[in-house]
């Protein structure tokens, strides 16, 4: 094990959404930018969900893997901003590598520099931090209220349409998958199209089904992103119902499966995103409007789109813990395991 001795973090949930802050006892990252610092992040020949092995990847693998994380953690190195503009940058990790983008995250994110005096906060109102991410730059809106955050909205990147209605075989029948880019690119297919429904009770097929759908649009061209391969790629399989419309807009409940079938606790921020632009598209979403965005938990994010396919997201970030996590060089399971 070749991790720093020690490493602290502060822990966040969103929406029931994990996110393990590492501000401390990181190795230097190579690079000018954060795109270019997830590059060297993942390593020469390596993937999004396949990295090479490095000094940082061991502190991820620490950090993720049993007995001090499980296969649902996820979390983020702060890194520096690519210039002034923003307050820090972040390169987002997982299980199974790292991420382009993640709304949650961001959300927990803009939480945590206020809380901790990161960004000066005012007792009542809203304050802007932002931060760049390997798909460029986002914003997360925090709001205040009797000198606590309340909430935050997690603006993103532009937000695109795909493909629509691609005919992907499963063990389940064939799903008809919508295509969006988002920060990174989702895979939205209508569950019931699978005879499934959005509950915890089917979350093995749900399960099953995103990672097959995944599987089979790996060279898709739809998915590929023109600014080249670390944006392209199906991250995330978005399986949703419909619910009854609220007087504000669309209501919708889903679970994101992503990575190696990771499934989001939270409604997933930027799959929300995604389902925003494929939700405008289809007329269903006007100015003024929201969507209603249910999680498989039970957890509730609202959505919105702008002019020029920019998104904005609503939800709620609380601190679970801080830790300093140690790496015993005498330990023979070392950065751990995952089941």
Not at 65 to 80: D, I, L, N, S, T
Not at 122 to 142: K, L, Y
Not at 269 to 291: F, H, P, V, W, Y
Request: net charge negative; with cysteine; hydrophobic share 40%.
């Amino acid at each position: 094990m070749t991790a720093p001795t020690t490493v602290r973090t502060v822990d966040y949930h969103t929406a029931g959404e994990p996110f393990r802050i590492v501000a401390e006892g990181l190795p230097p990252v190579p690079g000018d930018t954060v795109a270019e610092r997830c590059a060297t992040v993942i390593g020469p020949g390596g993937s999004g969900t396949a990295p090479r092995r490095g000094p940082l990847d061991e502190v991820r693998r620490l950090l993720v893997q049993e007995p001090r994380g499980h296969a649902g953690m996820y979390g983020g190195f702060v890194v520096p901003p690519d210039d002034d503009g923003a307050h820090f940058g972040v390169l987002f990790w997982h299980k199974d590598g790292y991420s382009t983008a993640c709304g949650h995250g961001t959300m927990a994110l803009g939480a945590w520099a206020v809380d901790s005096g990161r960004v000066a906060a005012p007792d009542e109102g809203d304050v802007q931090v932002r931060i760049d991410v390997p798909s460029g730059r986002v914003c997360a809106t925090v709001h205040r209220a009797q000198g606590r955050t309340s909430g935050v909205t997690f603006r993103n990147v532009p937000a695109r349409v795909g493909a629509r209605k691609v005919p992907v075989a499963t063990t389940l029948g064939i799903a008809e998958v919508d295509i969006a880019h988002a920060g990174a690119c989702y895979a939205s297919v209508r569950a019931r199209d699978l005879g499934l429904e959005v509950t915890r009770a089917a979350l093995p097929e749900l399960v099953r089904a995103g990672r097959e759908i995944r599987a089979a649009l790996a060279t898709h061209p739809a998915t590929w992103h023109p600014d080249g391969p670390l944006l392209s790629g199906v991250y995330g399989v978005v399986l949703y119902e419909e619910l009854p419309d609220t007087p504000f807009g669309p209501h919708q409940r889903n679970v994101t499966v992503f990575a190696d079938g990771q499934i989001d606790r939270s409604p997933c921020g930027s799959g929300t995103s995604a389902r925003l632009a494929l939700l405008a598209e289809d007329g269903r979403l006007g100015a003024g409007e929201d969507l209603l965005h249910e999680s498989v938990t039970g957890t509730v994010f609202t959505g919105r789109i702008l002019q020029g396919g920019v998104t904005e997201v609503t939800g709620t970030a609380y601190r679970t813990g801080e830790h300093a996590f140690t790496a015993d060089p005498y330990d023979a399971l070392g950065a751990g395991f995952l089941l």
